[in-house]
């Protein structure tokens, strides 16, 4: 859409004449809208927000119009502009005669008496016969009620709904005003923030007009800068390590929010707000000043993304939860050494209170540990130059999974169940046991065998140590899903296909399958008491500089 944005305050809209086309609907509010409106706005309480007494505003969301000779063709946004042509026109009952303002002008194509209507409230009777007239008369009602209250100060109100609330006037140059509308309403082009301020930053009125060429020049430079910027946080590698959202378009909006120090939730216009007040003083200084600040916002992002050890550390305490908009300031108030000492401290405190050898299979306490462990065991290996996926992490929801098989979790279905025994015969080296499995009934002795297969390759380990977190390790839930608590020779061959495929298997999880802190020579189809201690032990060893336990 090839738009010209501004924000006009109700009194601004007064001297304007709006036509409702044909291909739109007919009014349709209940009470229940007109009353969240005017409740909202008396609500709301402007006050001073800078040195010269200039008041806050309520805004209103958009009504998107395209110029049509005196009129503007309103394309969305008439339930809301009738509803607002009601209040005034009850407030304007309230002068007499000759102190009235006028009301902005409301046309319809082909519903030619409502005007006439809506002009007449006071004098008309609810009409059930038109359907326009009974849900325009069914408002005004509401509204009337509403004023009529006791000690109510409408003069305070009228004040408010004048000169302290704004609509987002959307204006668009596009020839076909119909297209438009059917893109707006089946949701093709949401009006987010990122649009809205994108329409600030390229609107000319918004310069100084005596920068012409040099306007037009920013212009087209800031544009170019931004195409950039959305397009580096296309990047999923990047934009997961700094968000837990799956955006697919405006990306740029989230740079946006981090700067906004303003942030209503109850606003989803907010951050629109926040910056279309940056741009009260006209001017291409201010405009710079302001994009400058939106680029070291993202360089900042990007240098982050760049450094290896900020890029693991950061991703990790965003996956813990830490808020990004906070990590950047405490960024530009200290000097890259102290940054680093101060990220080092938040992991700590991640980390406190959590004696890791009484965590047990089900705290979710796990998976932070064992994220952290991951990630800084990959810090920690020269060799290994690979970034952490912190997009396959929060795309592909990965799981704890024990290392060796368990007994209360085992195969339902039959195929399943057959499958589960053929996977495990091949690695059993008994042949009493083997005999039990070739010529095991499915459903009549199934429990039997698959515990005594579970024994078998568990017996180099103690019963009650093994939802410990020595036998517990990080991976994708389609990975896991995939072997169906097998014993674990099959999950170490599960393992090594997956990667020879391809597929990321986090380092410490690889190097446990493969029994890479055992003494030589471990048994490969087997993990052992052995086994466990030497991973807890190297859990330990990585983590010491975070653990207080």
Not at 38 to 46: A, E, G, K, Q, R
Not at 221 to 246: A, K, P, T
Not at 422 to 434: G, H, M, P, S, T
């Amino acid at each position: 859409m090839n738009e010209s944005l501004r924000l006009k305050t109700i009194e601004e809209l007064k001297k304007f004449k709006f036509l409702i086309p044909s291909y739109q609907r007919g009014y349709r509010w209940t009470s229940k809208e007109v009353l969240e409106l005017l409740n909202d706005i008396d609500s709301f309480n402007p006050v001073d927000i800078d040195d010269e007494g200039n008041k806050s505003w309520y805004c209103l969301q958009p009504i998107v119009l395209k110029e049509n000779g005196e009129f503007f063709e309103v394309i969305d946004g008439q339930q809301r502009l009738t509803t607002i042509y009601l209040i005034l026109h009850y407030l304007n009952q309230l002068i007499i005669k000759k102190r009235r303002t006028p009301i902005f002008e409301l046309d319809y194509e082909t519903r030619k008496k409502v005007p006439e209507f809506l002009s007449k409230l006071e004098e008309e009777e609810k009409n059930h016969d038109n359907i326009d007239f009974y849900y325009i008369s069914e408002a005004y009602e509401t509204i009337c009620d509403w004023f009529d209250r006791d000690q109510f100060d409408i003069f305070n109100f009228q004040s408010k709904f004048n000169f302290n609330t704004k609509v987002i006037w959307y204006e668009s140059n596009e020839e076909d005003a119909i297209t438009i509308f059917t893109r707006i309403n089946v949701g093709k082009i949401p009006l987010t923030n990122a649009e809205l301020i994108k329409a600030l930053f390229l609107n000319s009125s918004n310069f100084d007009k005596n920068y012409d060429e040099k306007v037009r020049l920013k212009q087209l430079e800031i544009s170019s800068e931004w195409d950039r910027i959305e397009q580096s946080l296309h990047n999923d590698s990047f934009w997961y390590f700094i968000s837990q959202e799956s955006l697919l378009s405006n990306r740029i909006d989230y740079i946006f929010r981090l700067m906004n120090d303003e942030e209503n939730l109850s606003d989803p216009y907010s951050t629109f707000r926040f910056f279309s007040n940056k741009f009260e003083k006209k001017s291409k200084e201010i405009i710079e000043i302001i994009w400058l600040e939106v680029k070291n916002y993202f360089q900042t992002l990007e240098e982050w993304y760049s450094e290896r050890e900020l890029f693991h550390k950061i991703g990790y305490l965003v996956c813990e939860g830490e808020n990004l908009e906070f990590l950047v300031k405490e960024s530009l108030t200290k000097k890259k050494d102290e940054f680093q000492s101060f990220l080092n401290s938040l992991i700590r405190k991640k980390m406190k209170n959590i004696s890791i050898d009484e965590l047990q299979y089900g705290d979710k306490k796990i998976n932070t540990v064992l994220l952290l462990y991951n990630i800084q065991t990959m810090l920690m290996n020269d060799s290994v130059k690979s970034k952490f996926p912190f997009d396959l992490y929060k795309k592909e929801k990965w799981d704890i999974e024990h290392i060796t098989s368990v007994k209360d979790s085992r195969p339902e279905q039959s195929t399943h169940k057959k499958m589960w025994l053929q996977d495990a015969y091949y690695f059993i080296e008994d042949d009493n046991l083997k005999r039990k499995v070739s010529s095991c009934k499915i459903d009549e002795n199934f429990d039997d065998v698959f515990d005594e297969v579970v024994n078998y390759f568990n017996m180099n380990v103690i019963e009650s140590d093994i939802n410990d977190i020595s036998n517990l390790a990080l991976l994708d839930s389609a990975t896991n899903r995939g072997y169906k608590n097998a014993v674990f020779p099959v999950k170490r061959m599960t393992i090594i296909q997956k990667e020879k495929a391809g597929r990321f298997i986090p380092i410490s999880t690889k190097n446990a399958f493969l029994k890479y802190f055992s003494e030589y020579p471990p048994k490969m189809s087997f993990w052992t008491q052995e086994d466990k201690n030497k991973y807890f032990d190297d859990i330990v060893r990585v983590l010491d500089d975070y653990l207080q336990n």
